[in-house]
């Protein structure tokens, strides 16, 4: 059965220090993973996608993520956190070919970031 | 373009009500899945429309159900509310389904009291 886990509910970081958000998947057929972020109150918004191709992606505000098939990972980055990044991080699975509308859900975790 | 609405944004209901959630894609995407929302369970898939048709659909029970209309607007049920039932419930909707993108809306936050 294909799951996501997130290691850490909870990360806190310094402003202008590295993030981190580490996320592992099981899947018995490639997958496409996502990376997904959640502000109080509101809906989800795309960081990043890896699909096919090249496994480090780069995403919205600063984020990447690389793919690495042997490790069974997926971790999030930022070189430099900003105060506007304290927010719940998601780590998302779809199946190979499969519909993104039915995605795989890590637990989450959440940012925050201190001043 | 307008994004994904879903109406209400917040409700509360009774044990034993039902009650129906709205979801109105972005025009022109013809997938709509619906995504309960809570503290201990996380993010977990209720099921996905495409084109009026219930393609795929999660490991919820029959209480939980919807529809699409023909204009990919779309609607989930929950019959004989349970207080397990209070979640944010989210919407998202994506041209295909196989893209590789859905966007969310912001939710529909149920309380059942």
């Known amino acids: 059965a294909q799951s996501v886990t997130q290691l850490g509910s909870h990360v806190s970081v310094s402003e202008g220090a590295l993030v981190l958000l580490r996320c592992n998947y099981s899947?018995?057929?490639?997958?496409?993973l996502f990376w997904y972020v959640q502000y109080p109150n509101q809906g989800l918004q795309l960081l990043l996608k890896y699909t096919t191709g090249a496994t480090l992606v780069k995403g919205i505000n600063g984020f990447e993520a690389e793919f690495k098939k042997s490790e069974t990972s997926f971790h999030l980055t930022k070189p430099s956190a900003h105060m506007s990044d304290a927010a719940e991080y998601f780590c998302a699975l779809a199946l190979y070919g499969g519909s993104q509308g039915n995605l795989i859900f890590g637990k989450g975790t959440k940012l925050s970031v201190k001043p | 373009k307008a994004g994904v609405t879903q109406t209400p944004r917040y409700l509360i209901k009774t044990r034993g009500q039902q009650v129906t959630l709205s979801c109105s894609p972005i025009?022109?995407?013809?997938?709509v899945s619906w995504y309960q929302q809570t503290p201990g369970q996380g993010l977990q898939f209720l099921f996905e429309y495409f084109s009026e048709t219930q393609r795929n659909k999660g490991n919820f029970p029959g209480r939980f159900s919807g529809r699409q209309f023909s204009n990919s607007r779309s609607e989930m049920n929950v019959s004989t509310l349970e207080l397990g039932d209070s979640a944010l419930y989210l919407c998202?909707?994506?041209?295909?389904?196989?893209?590789?993108?859905?966007?969310f809306g912001q939710g529909t936050r149920l309380t059942v009291v």
């Open positions: 025009s022109g995407h013809r997938s």
């Open positions: 998202a909707s994506s041209r295909t389904g196989m893209d590789t993108e859905a966007f």
């Open positions: 899947s018995s057929v490639p997958p496409y």
